[in-house]
């Protein structure tokens, strides 16, 4: 693995995904790497008539306090790893991928919150395994941790 290169995860506010976070920052403290945590968001699509946005609404706002509060939880005890985020607005699929352009790993829960009750594979993870310019681990939650 080079150190040089952050390890990349997603975090989409699920189970899944949080156990990918503290699965990444363990795996950065025994390999002395950085990791870089990443989130998206999208405006509500609508089809026809839309309600309006409540006053404030603030999806970035939202996903970047949600992230901040997941990160702050994983690195407790972890003192000595660094951990950048980003929040960017788009479908997570292609910004993991292009985020994976300058990681040493790419870490992806299973499934998120979009996928059916019961799939082993989140449509997301799946693209990432297919797409990903580095190395890529899906963390399932029987995952043995590092």
């Known amino acids: 693995m080079d150190t040089n290169k952050p390890i990349v995860v997603g975090y989409d506010g699920s189970d899944s995904a949080a156990g990918a976070l503290r699965w990444a920052v363990r795996q950065a403290e ?80 299973s499934r998120g919150h979009g996928e059916f009750t019961g799939m082993l594979l989140g449509s997301v993870s799946r693209h990432c395994a297919a797409h990903a310019h580095c190395p890529v681990l899906i963390h399932h939650g029987d995952t043995v941790e590092p």
């Open 30 to 109: 025994l390999s002395g790497s950085t990791v870089e945590a990443v989130s998206t968001w999208e405006w509500p699509a609508s089809f026809g008539w839309a309600g309006p946005v409540p006053a404030g609404y603030d999806p970035e706002a939202d996903t970047r306090a949600l992230l901040d509060e997941a990160v702050a939880e994983a690195v407790a005890g972890h003192p000595g790893v660094t951990v950048t985020t980003t929040v960017t607005e788009g479908h997570p699929a292609p910004v993991l991928i292009e985020a994976s352009r300058h990681a040493s790993l790419l870490v992806v829960g």
